[in-house]
Every structure is written in structure tokens, then in C-alpha cells.
């Protein structure tokens, strides 16, 4: 079974507050990746990142930042956040080897900004 | 770009019976296609993986195939349950390990 963990699960939070969302896994891979997903439509790309201080965006803009300072952790930050950032975020990470190709997904952490 | 289409949106079947979710995308440059079960505030559990290379990946009572030249990929689930249910979603991988996903089927099995 895949380790890797996001928090908070759901969060609720006024508009132009700062948040931070937590990703850790445990898998020792270098591989990690953000993806935004509104209801009812498909998971976007938004941040990855190959190891530790590698960071890139994905195919779908977005005005959160993320950082790689340890391999396990991969955070993603919204400044201030939105109503429009209202959405779905899952977290995952894939390794090297035979296995390099599967992403395993974190259960997602479910923002709702008033 | 590479895009992802699913079909139907949702699906009721009675439980027993043997089913098929559908998958095409547009681009098949494609190092892998993933279907994945998502459970409502839960994450996306992979269920099968098919290489480019290959046509069939068979896990339990799950078969999916993969028609590269054309596109397309199905997911077989035989002998559905109550606990099939859930939204299931396929994606393809693409360079520089990004997954493209459709916007899932969402399958309820009825007892």
C-alpha cells in the first residue's frame, strides 16, 4: 500500500488568508506531483517536481506555489487564497525502477474558501 | 494537447452483471494508460496499468485492453458488486511523467 498523506483533508477558510497544503510520503520517491480537480471535472497537472529544489509547473495554471526542500515533503502554498481556488487537490508521487510510470495518489484535501 | 474522454458519464447496473466503462484520447504517443477508482473523500487507487507495448492487463475480475492506433481503452468488470461502485477514472501518460485524466464514470452497482 502507498504512503503518502495529505492534510488537512477537507479545510474551510475566509478569503486573503494564507494556507499551506501538506504532502509527505515515505516511499523515498523523487518524483512528486499537484493536481487540482473541480467537481465533477478532470484532474489537472498543476505543480511536479523530479527531487529535492526541482520545481515546475504543470499544464494547468495556477497561482499556488509549491517547494522541495526534502525529498519526503511537498508543500503547496496559495498566499491568498480565493473562492475561485475552491476545489479538490490530491498529491502523489512515483519512484524509479519497474514501478517509475505508477503515480500513487494521497486521499486529497478538499478546499472551500468563502 | 492530449485529451481524455470517458463514456458514459455514469452508469446503474444491477448487481451481477457484466459491464464496460470506455476511454479514448487523442494523442497516442503514449507511454502508459492508467484506470483508476476514486471513492467519494478518498484518493485515486490504481487498478491497472497498460504499457504502450501491450493490449491487455487482467486484475481479478478486471480486464482492460488498449488499441493505441486508435485510441481507445476499455475496462471490464465482470460480476459486478455493490462495492464496485465508485467513480472510475482513466488516464494516459505523456512525456515528462504527466498524466492526463478523463472526467471519470461514475458507476453505481445496485443490489
Known amino acids: 500500500e502507498a504512503d503518502i498523506y495529505q492534510t488537512p483533508r477537507y479545510l474551510v477558510i475566509g478569503t486573503g488568508k494564507k494556507i499551506t497544503l501538506e504532502c509527505s510520503q515515505t516511499?523515498?520517491?523523487?518524483?512528486m506531483y499537484w493536481y487540482q480537480q473541480d467537481p465533477g471535472m478532470e484532474l489537472h497537472l498543476i505543480h511536479y517536481s523530479y527531487g529535492v529544489n526541482s520545481t515546475e509547473k504543470g499544464d494547468l495554471s495556477s497561482e499556488s506555489t509549491v517547494s522541495r526542500i526534502r525529498t519526503e515533503h511537498f508543500p503547496l502554498t496559495l498566499e491568498s487564497a480565493r473562492p475561485s481556488h475552491t476545489s479538490q487537490y490530491l498529491c502523489?508521487?512515483?519512484?524509479?525502477?519497474?514501478?517509475?510510470?505508477?503515480?500513487?495518489f494521497g486521499a486529497g484535501t478538499r478546499l472551500s474558501v468563502l | 494537447k492530449q485529451e481524455v474522454t470517458q463514456i458514459p458519464a455514469a452508469l446503474s447496473v444491477p448487481e451481477g452483471e457484466n459491464l464496460v466503462l470506455n476511454c479514448s484520447f487523442t494523442?497516442?504517443?503514449?507511454?502508459?494508460l492508467q484506470w483508476f477508482r476514486q471513492d467519494p473523500g478518498k484518493g485515486l487507487t490504481s487498478l491497472l496499468l497498460i504499457q504502450s507495448s501491450q493490449r491487455e492487463q487482467t486484475s481479478g475480475r478486471l480486464n482492460a485492453s488498449l488499441d493505441k492506433s486508435s485510441g481507445r481503452s476499455t475496462l471490464y468488470i465482470a460480476a459486478s458488486q455493490p462495492g464496485d461502485s465508485a467513480t472510475y477514472l482513466c488516464?494516459?501518460?505523456?512525456?515528462?511523467?504527466?498524466?492526463?485524466f478523463g472526467t471519470g464514470t461514475r458507476l453505481t452497482v445496485i443490489p
Open positions: 502523489a508521487s512515483s519512484g524509479t525502477g519497474v514501478a517509475k510510470n505508477i503515480q500513487y
Open positions: 494523442d497516442s504517443a503514449i507511454y502508459n
Open positions: 516511499m523515498g520517491h523523487d518524483k
Open positions: 488516464a494516459v501518460l505523456t512525456g515528462a511523467n504527466n498524466l492526463f
